[in-house]
């Protein structure tokens, strides 16, 4: 879709949706919301829908970077701890590493 066609009212309908949808554990919502509007948001002459648009913009960056600490610790705790964990390592693991731990 190029924005640039669509009227500002449904950029700034598009954008809510993307930055609500975000909360439905979906940040990779919050990241298109983000790179999508960022031009809109910051670099675009100005309009009526800008402000809530960059609003919404600077939101979902927030919880897109929210979500990255997140993952990225329990990711980082869950690699270090797994085989410490014994049978819940195992149960929370896709596939279960072979060789020593």
Not at 18 to 46: D, I, M, Q, S
Request: proline share 6%.
């Amino acid at each position: 879709m190029n924005l640039e066609r669509v009227p500002n009212e449904e950029k700034l309908n598009l954008c809510r949706k993307y930055y609500l949808g975000g909360f439905a554990l979906l940040p990779f919502l919050w990241l298109v919301n983000v790179l999508w509007f960022c031009r809109e948001a910051f670099l675009a002459p100005a309009y009526t829908e800008q402000p809530q648009i960059k609003s919404y913009v600077q939101r979902s960056a927030v919880g897109l970077l929210f979500w990255v600490v997140v993952l990225t610790t329990w990711v980082t705790i869950f690699q270090m701890h797994r085989a410490r964990w014994g049978e819940l390592g195992d149960y929370l693991s896709f596939t279960i590493p072979l060789g020593i731990p």
